[in-house]
């Protein structure tokens, strides 16, 4: 015998619904996808960046930094970092990261870049001596102000050597700025004489400046150091080229490129060419706290969550299997799908979005398995009800049903509601568990009206529904109900 019309209608959602959470877990097998940790569970480092002046900072220069940050962490490849303002504060956290200290260096880096012509070459200062001008290269905190318009004298970088013994460089007006470069990348002299070095691409205003003073320190050729160039990123000069032969005077450089030149290894060409593509900080920011998350203790972490979930699970099948006897099992199925169907969208959002399970979200997991476990016991509930009434199995099912979405519903609204309030009010970990808990609560409709009911109206169908025991009727009850039952 075929299916009648009615069970097919209750088959087809119950099929589909497989069928999508099948294709979802194959998907995710063949591809070999994995969840996307953050920084609780798998190690990494979260650092508090403070304005050195934050009295005089403006909020707009704020958000712009936080999206200059965002923009470098982005390009070392790392999952879902965390970055956002607190106050005159930024927040930066970055799970996953190797090379900390040098995450730490990139997203601090002001990178301030400006061109100046060398006016004058100084011998290194002595720190002993009671009157000194200009900085001192061993004390950062004697370092100047780097105005644009106004003659500075800097320290020129020598990698080799201790910034004690650094020389001095007297420096005019800033002929070009950060602003007037388009493009960096890093790369290797071909020839092998120069090693790594930064290439700049120039826009039309900053080629034209280039070329301009460029072409007036050639004709100076005859009078070094007067015929530097001096690159300088935050306060300090990286190197003071001179101009080569191949020079004009009054004609400079001319293409729209330029190069940074200082002894640079490879990874230090490529994360100066990383600040610069994005650009220069509007403020000063400093690190005021740091914390670092080990690997182990982010394995740790992990395996506690899980551990908490399985707990979880255990208990509420214990619950309903004592409870709802035999239909304890229907739960255990339907709890099954929602966690299988939830688990597979969080996977997918850390492959498409970059989205990162943190320990808050595993917790908002746990307890997402009791929100399902809830809407099949408010149902079962109303069929309990229907049955003490007097009312036959199936036709408890419809019933129990009308009044049994209603309720679903409005809790589940209430909790998405809840869940969307605290992710746009809430900051860090916190916004993690709202995430879990609204997606979970979202799935919980989504499978409850396409699973849940048409299950359960199958199984009442069948002989199971029809014994008392089955729903966890006390003898009692049971015998209270009319005889025969209404339809």
């Not at 294709?23 to 508090?48: E, M, N, R």
């Not at 602003?179 to 205003?205: H, I, K, N, Y």
């Not at 990286?238 to 002894?263: D, H, K, L, R």
């Not at 169907?341 to 595993?362: E, H, N, Y």
Request: negative net charge.
């Amino acid at each position: 015998m075929g299916m009648t019309p009615q069970v097919a209608k209750h088959w087809r959602p119950i099929i589909l619904i497989l069928l999508i959470v099948g294709g979802l877990w194959t998907w995710i097998l063949l591809a070999k996808f994995q969840p996307q940790l953050g920084l609780d569970l798998q190690g990494g480092i979260s650092v508090v960046l403070t304005p050195d002046d934050p009295s005089g900072v403006d909020p707009g220069a704020l958000e712009q930094a936080v999206n200059i940050i965002r923009n470098r962490v982005d390009a070392l490849g790392v999952a879902e970092p965390d970055i956002s303002r607190q106050g005159e504060n930024i927040l930066v956290q970055i799970p996953g990261i190797e090379d900390q200290a040098r995450a730490l260096e990139l997203i601090g880096t002001t990178a301030k870049l400006r061109f100046r012509p060398v006016l004058e070459s100084l011998p290194p200062a002595d720190p002993e001596a009671e009157e000194v001008e200009g900085p001192v290269c061993g004390d950062t905190d004697t370092y100047p102000e780097d105005e644009p318009d106004e003659e500075v004298i800097l320290c020129l970088k020598e990698p080799t050597a201790p910034p004690e013994v650094w020389p001095r460089l007297r420096l005019g007006p800033a002929a070009l700025e950060g602003q007037d470069v388009s493009g960096a990348t890093a790369a290797l002299d071909p020839g092998g004489l120069s090693g790594w070095f930064v290439s700049l691409d120039l826009s039309r205003e900053g080629a034209r400046k280039f070329g301009d003073i460029t072409g007036e320190l050639a004709c100076n050729q005859t009078a070094p150091p007067t015929d530097q160039l001096a690159i300088v990123l935050d306060r300090v000069i990286e190197s003071a080229p001179q101009m080569g032969e191949g020079v004009q005077c009054n004609v400079g450089i001319t293409g729209g490129e330029a190069q940074i030149t200082g002894n640079f290894t490879e990874a230090d060409a490529k994360d100066l060419a990383l600040v610069l593509r994005y650009g220069a900080l509007p403020v000063e920011l400093k690190p005021s706290a740091t914390t670092t998350v080990s690997p182990t203790l982010g394995k740790e972490s992990l395996r506690s969550g899980l551990l908490a979930g399985l707990i979880g699970v255990i208990v509420v099948y214990l619950y309903v299997l004592f409870f709802y006897r035999r239909l304890g099992a229907v739960i255990w199925v339907g709890i099954g799908v929602h966690a299988a169907f939830t688990l597979s969208v969080v996977i997918l959002l850390g492959q498409a979005a970059g989205f990162a399970l943190s320990l808050a979200g595993i917790a908002g997991l746990i307890v997402s398995l009791g929100i399902a476990a809830d809407s099949f016991i408010v149902y079962f509930e109303r069929i309990k009800d229907e049955v003490v009434a007097g009312r036959t199995a199936r036709a408890a099912v419809d019933r129990a049903w009308a009044s049994a979405r209603r309720t679903i519903i409005a809790a589940d609204l209430v909790t998405a509601l809840a869940a969307v309030v605290l992710y746009l009010l809430a900051v860090g970990s916190v916004r993690g568990f709202a995430l879990m808990l609204g997606l979970a609560t979202a799935l919980d409709v989504f499978v409850s009206f396409w699973f849940m009911h048409p299950l359960v109206w199958l199984v009442a169908n069948t002989d199971l529904l029809g014994k008392a025991g089955t729903l966890g009727f006390r003898a009692s009850d049971a015998a209270t109900a009319p005889a025969g039952g209404r339809a």
